[in-house]
Structure formats: C-alpha cells, structure tokens
C-alpha cells in the first residue's frame, strides 16, 4: 500500500486547515514508515533507543490519548487500558518492536479513525471553541479544540523530523 499526501489547501476556513494539516502530517509518518518489516521498525539509531515502530505506537496513544480521553473524557480501550503507566511509562516505545508492521499501521489508523469521529463531532458541538471534559493539571482549565489540534500538528510534526533521521539511517530512504 502507498500512502497518497494531499497537500493542505492554501485558503479555506480554520477548522479545515488545522485538520487538513494533521491529516498531512499523519500520512508523512505513513509514508515514513511505508515498505518496512518488522526488524527494520525495531532499530534504533544509536545512541537512540527511538524506532519507527515506537513511533507508530506512540502516535496511535497520542490520538487515543488527547481526543478520546481528554477531548471527550472517554476512557481509553485496550492496549491503553491495560498499562500500567506509572511503573512502565514508555510502554508504547518499549513494545512496539514485538508488533507487527501491519499491527502497528492498524492501531495508528484505528485511532486516526476515531480521532476524525471524535474530531467532527467536537466542531459539530462548538467548533474549535469547544473545550475538552479533562483539565490541564498544571493550569486547571480546560483545552479547546483548535488547541489539541495544534498540539497534535506539532507532535506529528516533531516526531516525523525523528522519523527523517530513523528511516535514512536504516535503508538510506530520504525526501518527503
């Protein structure tokens, strides 16, 4: 399977952008990703521990995380739901090397799937204006739609610059 980018439209409304830009962003990592096997996915590039893989895992936590629990204060299903994430905090980094490749593109488009649900039916309910059910820790206030969305753009964002470096390192593959 070859992912197919659509560049974000140049001059349409803001909620239309920021999704249209994580959705770039989303299909870069794919296309990062695309071609490998298991092994390839598994390996770091020292003296990182960071792979591929546990970037596809990471990301698919990522959505799961911030649009179903702190978007819309559902809990999060399983795999999530069965870490314990104070005694393993890097879980999703850690395992990922024992998931297949097909494994791990499913569960990061599962979640893109949701997140796109949960996404719409957050800019149905108040557009980017309507706030998330969970609180900051920090701040005590609740995050807005438009918020998360940047944050999950710069998250994309980041880990693709890892994901530049990780799929060069491993077959010399470079560009977009």
Do not use: C
């Amino acid at each position: 399977m070859t992912t197919e980018r659509t560049d974000p439209p140049l001059a349409t409304d803001e909620a239309t952008t920021l999704v249209a830009f994580l959705d770039y962003h989303r299909d870069t990592l794919r296309m990062k990703t695309e071609g490998l096997t298991q092994g390839q996915l598994a390996q770091p590039l020292a003296p990182s521990s960071l792979t591929l893989a546990g970037l596809l895992k990471h990301l698919a936590l990522v959505e799961t995380s911030w649009f179903d629990e702190v978007l819309h204060g559902r809990p999060m299903g399983e795999p999530w739901s069965e870490v314990d994430w104070d005694a393993d905090p890097d879980w999703e980094f850690r395992t990922a090397a024992d998931d297949s490749p097909e494994q791990l593109r499913a569960m990061l488009d599962a979640a893109v799937e949701q997140s796109r649900r949960n996404i719409d039916e957050a800019l149905a309910a108040g557009g980017l204006d309507h706030l998330s059910v969970t609180l900051d820790r920090k701040e005590n206030q609740q995050f807005s739609l438009r918020w998360i969305l940047l944050h999950l753009i710069e998250e994309y964002a980041r880990h693709n610059g890892h994901a530049d470096f990780l799929r060069e390192a491993i077959d010399g593959v470079t560009g977009e």
